[in-house]
């Protein structure tokens, strides 16, 4: 196997694991927020999106409807996952 595929592969793993768990999360702060209970910090949620989970953090904002009236998630969430993008295709390109 061609180590930069191993590289590929692990790297699409990850990123499939933390979007999930990011959306997840998303969606546990949002069922405490409405039951009053403990809640997931920002600084949490936004580091989240950072360290790849930013998809999972957008829909999860969407499904949940959730952290949309909040500015540093509704531009920031979407230019995170921009950056993102950009990132990415850069090293892919």
Known sequence: ?????????TAAI???VINVITFIVYGIDKWE???????ISESSLITLAVIGGSIG??????????????NKFRYGIPAILIIQLILVSFFLG
């Open 14 to 16: 990850y990123l499939i």
């Open 33 to 39: 927020a409405q039951n009053n209970r403990w809640r």
């Open 1 to 9: 196997m061609n180590p930069d595929s191993n590289i590929y592969f």
């Open 57 to 70: 953090a957008w829909i999860g904002m969407r499904t949940f409807h959730h952290k949309t009236f909040h």
